[in-house]
């Protein structure tokens, strides 16, 4: 059964940083591409950042130049790297491999406030 397992999510106050993991239990996790979404209740789940299978990144406007999605096809793992954290990216964050199928992770909170 193919799984995503995220990490990495917390407190921190605003101007600081987390990074996320997330791993997928999926021997051909090289040819996914995986993105990572998240949601605040009441509003639709938003991409946050994505990364194809040849590496080419793409992100919401509202985290440009904050955000950095990179992979490790090696440890089937996904990262974003979020800095300069701001109270408005406070959501659950989420992780989605695609390729054929589609999965997704159970999430990761990331609560930013002082």
């Known amino acids: 059964q193919v799984q995503l397992v995220e990490s990495g999510g917390g407190l921190v106050q605003p101007g600081g940083s987390l990074r996320l993991s997330c791993v997928l239990s999926?021997?051909?996790?090289?040819?996914?591409?995986m993105s990572w979404h998240r949601q605040t209740p009441g509003k639709e789940r938003e991409l946050v950042a994505a990364?194809?299978?040849?590496?080419?990144?793409n992100y919401a406007d509202s985290v440009k130049g904050r955000f950095t999605i990179s992979r490790d096809n090696v440890k089937n793992t996904v990262y974003l790297q979020m800095n300069s954290l701001k109270p408005e990216d406070t959501a659950r964050y989420y992780c989605?491999?695609?390729?054929?199928?589609?999965?997704w992770g159970q999430g990761t909170q990331v609560t930013v406030s002082s």
């Open positions: 990364i194809s299978a040849g590496g080419t990144t």
């Open positions: 999926e021997i051909n996790f090289r040819w996914y591409t």
């Open positions: 989605k491999a695609r390729w054929f199928m589609e999965y």
